[in-house]
């Protein structure tokens, strides 16, 4: 076996590097291309006969008895694999076979060879190997993946390795596709992008517990007062819409909230626009386009992926997000939606009551069993809500709004604000609010204030709703939550 000298691989990984986005044309001849298994696999037969390099781990590996082995490689862009072809004839036999004696489940490989139509099933094309290197190997009796399906928790614990599988990676290349998605979105609005800070002053902007921040030494305030880890960009990003307009921020949150549930997470992401001269329903319009906008996105761009999640996570998942597509967003008043949850009090542990917050166990059943759809819930009891929200005419109500999605629950938080100055400093004295700290606040209130409204939509709810997955832990690569952050 020729072995490779530093030179040579250093030019074959600046091809590529440089080769993702050349044209397929120009790699005739010999000359060895990168190409994704993605690619490849979507031009199919249209290449047969190209000479082709591609680089991954193996995921599987066969030998038989007709004197090849059959290798399928993975490189983390598509959850179908390459086939590769080894000619024992050419790289030996299993038991005496160098390259072989490598190619185990979790080996990284270099694989150049000849895009051939396939004879077997299952696949339309495989690479026939001409020159296999193996850049890391895999011991099988230490690989911890080498069963085809592992649960949810067992990957949790070794999540340096959990990207490597199918679900995980096309959880992954969707929450990267609709990411880039989100930004696209605001950008073709003429929204513009606002990066709050994460480290701020503000505490008690009632979203929840907070993440205090310390340097560790002794009696040290690094910043003179205290300071927490944002829970929300909202009250920052209202100081840049009454600004530039239309603004959004895109970034990391925290809770220290203790709750071990399936849709809590102690960091997550959240999107949230803010815009200036918005009442409630352009608020509701907006998330409304929005939520549709992405699915429409994942749905060209994230098929495969779709296709997949159907198949193995959720099989409705397909019918969901359509119906979300044809039928649209109902909008009740938390009013109605309370007397219509009485209606149906023999089939609820807790019993609805105004004034009290919906359960989770609430929102389930009624955008799944009630509206069988995503729901906006308007309208909140005012002593259920944060300061800043707007104070409604009947002088009870709030004028927020939660959009709540079957399987999942509460993916958008929202409101329009509280611009009227007076208004806004009797509900911060009502709340228990220190004004002397929100100065800055009032202050857009007293000069040049203006009816503006925004929402928050929390990335990974949003994933689980798109993918199907049960757990918010499998939608963000570092899950945090109560007792548990690795790396
Ligand atoms: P919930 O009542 O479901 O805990 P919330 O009302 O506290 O959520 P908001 O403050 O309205 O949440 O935040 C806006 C959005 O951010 C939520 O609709 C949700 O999508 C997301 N979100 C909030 N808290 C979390 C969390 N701990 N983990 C993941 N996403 C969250
Ligand atoms: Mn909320």
Known sequence: ???????????????????ECIEWERGSGDMEIKFSVRDILRRGKEISGQNICIFGWVRTRRDSKAGVSFVEVNDGSSVKNLQVILDHGKFGEPGSSEVLSKLHTGASVMVEGVITPSPGKGQEIELVASHVEVYGEADPSTYPLQKKRH?????????HLRPRTNTISAVMRLRSALSLAIHDFFRKRGFYYIHTPIITTSDCEGAGEVFRITTGRDGEEFFGRPTYLTVSGQL????????LGKVYTFGPAFRAENSNTRRHLAEFWMVEPEVAFYDLNDDIALAKEFITAMIEAM????????????????E???????????????????????????????????APSWGDDLQSEHEK?????????????????????????RVNDDNNTVAAMDILVPGVGEIVGGSQREERF?????????????????????DLRRYGSVPHAGFG???????????????????????????HALF
């Open 1 to 19: 076996m020729e072995k490779d000298t530093s030179n040579k691989l250093f030019e074959r990984l600046k091809l590529k590097m440089s080769c």
């Open 316 to 350: 409705n998942l397909m019918d969901r997000l359509n119906n979300v597509l044809k039928k649209g967003f109902e909008i009740i008043s938390y009013t109605e939606a309370i007397k219509m949850l009485s209606q149906h009090g023999k089939e609820l542990e807790v």
């Open 422 to 442: 007076d208004v806004l400093v009797e509900q911060m004295r009502l709340k228990g609010m220190k004004l002397e700290d929100y100065e800055w606040y009032l």
């Open 299 to 314: 749905f060209t761009e994230c098929e495969e992926e779709l296709n997949f999640f159907q198949r193995f996570i959720d």
């Open 457 to 483: 939509l929390g990335l990974e709810r949003f994933i689980q709703f798109l993918t199907g997955v049960q757990n918010i832990r499998e939608t963000i690569p570092f899950p945090r939550t109560p007792g």
């Open 365 to 389: 059943f009624l955008t799944e069993v009630m509206v069988r759809g995503p729901v906006v819930v308007i309208d909140y009891p005012r002593s259920l809500k944060p300061f800043y929200m």
């Open 236 to 243: 920052q990003a209202e100081i840049y819409a009454l600004a």
């Open 151 to 159: 649960s949810f928790e067992f990957l949790r614990q070794i999540a």
